[in-house]
């Protein structure tokens, strides 16, 4: 299977919603984990084992699942300014924002288990979901 096929057919397997869900939570810290979630990882199993395919390496997972969930664009990397949460002064509500443009990532949010953390750290983009951003802002 190709990496396009492999998207194709995993979107299938688990469904759209679990299927952007999963993408989401790959890209959503910066840096990014350093391993699957339990849950990601079971769902890669079984999707791995009903189509006998072999399982793949960690990092590979980010070649495979490289793309937008909602535009399937290519995504991109860029360094941004890391914010305080409370910064943020959006009109538009969170679930609003996880459906039309996920990852704009314009700004990356703070972590807050850390104590120290750059100014900047580098972030993968959707150029798409940016130019929805801009549209609603
Ligand atoms: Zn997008």
């Known amino acids: 299977m190709t ?3 492999i998207r194709i057919e ?25 391993r699957l ?10 999707f791995f084992n009903k189509y006998d395919l072999e399982t793949i390496e960690y990092e590979q997972i980010y070649r495979i699942f490289n793309r937008c969930p909602v535009h399937h664009y ?9 914010i305080d949460g409370n910064e943020v002064n959006s ?15 314009i700004y990356a949010p703070r972590d807050l288990n850390r104590f120290s953390y750059p100014k900047k750290v580098n972030v993968v983009f ?10 609603y802002h």
């Open 3 to 5: 990496y396009e096929e």
């Open 91 to 105: 009109t538009i509500s969170y679930r609003k924002e996880k459906n039309l443009f996920p990852m704009a990532n």
């Open 126 to 135: 959707c150029s798409r979901c940016r130019k929805v951003y801009e549209e």
């Open 74 to 82: 290519k995504l991109k990397h860029d360094t941004v300014t890391i």
């Open 37 to 46: 979630l339990f849950w990601q990882e079971s769902l890669l199993k079984d």
């Open 10 to 34: 995993f979107e299938k397997f688990v469904g759209n919603e679990k299927y952007n869900h999963f993408i989401l939570s790959l890209y959503d810290t910066f840096p990014l984990k350093k």
